[in-house]
């Protein structure tokens, strides 16, 4: 079961991962990458390149980055089912 925002933050003082990377631009979401970047791993940001992003969510971010808002994206399908890795949390 996925809690949201505390699996993330959880995750990360437990070194589940390396990177974090969120997509959303919404300034609800700076306390879970602060909280994240504290734990250690680089928390990152992708958007789509909209003028409503949070300034301050691109502050909280280690790294930053905007996802075009066109066509280039059309076609990209995410995988039906993932696996869970030894230690995941779910």
């Known amino acids: 079961m996925f ?16 990177v974090a990377v969120l997509v959303a631009g919404d300034a609800d979401y700076d306390p879970v990458v602060e909280a994240v970047r504290e734990a250690g791993p680089t928390s990152a940001v992708a958007v789509f390149a909209v003028p409503s992003n949070s300034r301050e969510l691109r ?8 996802i075009p808002n066109d066509e280039s994206l059309r076609g990209i399908r995410l995988p039906a089912a993932t696996r869970s890795a030894p230690g995941q949390i779910e």
């Open 3 to 18: 809690n949201w925002p505390s699996t993330p933050v959880t995750a990360a003082y437990r070194s589940l991962y390396d």
């Open 59 to 66: 502050r909280a971010a280690d790294r930053w980055g905007e």
